[in-house]
């Protein structure tokens, strides 16, 4: 079987999921090809997106694709990304599996908004991954959420997945059931609240991520570890270069600064809202759905 798998991962660890899913395709004998399309400034801006996005992807049985969870969200250049895709055709199935890492309390209306972003664009999520991960914004708290995720307990569970997606793949095609009712598992209130506040209404106030010059060494590491290119180098000095709209919050400028020249001012609110690190956590932490 020839597999697509597209990947947001902003710290990395969403794409180590993706890579155990590669893995696990390889190992039984499929054709897989990876696209991470973080810091791709010709996947995440402009108009040629799709064009972009569908010379890359080439043709598939089956796609996979994933990022990670801010607040109660998948990230929303995932979903630009879904609307992107190339319509289902001969080249392109409509058997699809999202997946999201996430390493907050809960993994919330991510799947299920996934799902019906793929469901618009005429895809079937045959099932979904939800897999606990270490959480970047965490590495300053008193607690690491769930520190050197994923491990080999979420292996299993993605070659679960891979497994159970295979197999409908392959004895259903497209006759395949959309799964997307068993992505609703988080309460009614909860499903509730993040429908009507988006990853964009929990954040607007705290974009004003930005260069403090005095403490600014120059090393540009900044501009290395953004996943959506917000930073440049000119005339000897950082620069935001693009509109703070597009920062996500991911907070790797910050934690990858070596001079605390990064003034982030989510730091303290996902502190807060984490519990320190302490927060409780949704359980089971990772799943496959549906779950039989």
């Given amino acids: ?22 893995e696990s395709l390889v ?9 991470n399309f973080t810091k791709r400034t010709d996947l995440l801006y402009g108009d040629s997106i799709a064009e972009n996005l569908s010379k890359e992807l080439g043709s598939y049985d089956l796609l996979f694709i994933g990022g990670p969870l801010y607040a109660g969200h998948v990230e929303h250049n995932v979903l630009k990304i879904i609307e992107s895709l190339p ?14 890492t996430y ?9 299920e908004e996934m799902s019906r972003h793929l469901r618009n664009k005429g895809y079937k999520s045959i ?16 607690k690491v959420i769930y520190k050197n995720k994923p491990g080999d307990e979420e292996k299993v569970i993605i070659e679960k997945g891979v497994s159970k997606a295979l197999l409908i793949a392959e004895k259903q095609g497209n006759k395949a059931k959309d799964q997307y009712k068993a992505f609703k598992y988080a309460p009614a209130k909860e499903r509730a609240m993040f429908r009507a506040f988006s990853q964009e ?24 570890v953004c996943p959506v290119d917000m ?18 919050l991911c907070a790797e400028c910050f934690h990858n600064c070596p001079a605390g020249a990064i003034f982030h001012p989510y730091i ?15 359980s089971p932490a990772s799943a496959i759905y549906p779950e039989t």
């Fill in 87 to 100: 319509l289902p055709d001969k080249e392109h199935s409509c058997l699809a599996v999202p997946f999201v």
């Fill in 103 to 111: 390493g907050g309390v809960h993994s919330s209306i991510a799947l």
């Fill in 231 to 248: 930073f440049a180098f000119e005339d000897e000095k950082i620069i935001m270069q693009r509109d703070k709209d597009n920062c996500i």
């Fill in 27 to 35: 190992n039984k004998d499929n054709k897989s090809r990876l696209l």
């Fill in 127 to 142: 099932l979904g991954i939800k897999i606990a991960a270490e959480h970047s914004l965490t590495k300053t708290y008193s």
């Fill in 268 to 282: 303290a609110k996902a502190k807060e809202r984490l519990k320190d690190g302490n927060a409780g956590l949704e």
């Fill in 1 to 22: 079987m020839n597999v697509s798998i597209i990947v947001f991962s902003p710290s990395g660890h969403t794409l180590k999921a993706a890579e155990i899913i590669r």
């Fill in 201 to 224: 209404k929990f954040h607007k106030d705290f974009k004003n991520v930005s260069v403090i010059e005095d403490n600014c060494i120059r090393c540009q590491k900044c501009i290395k």
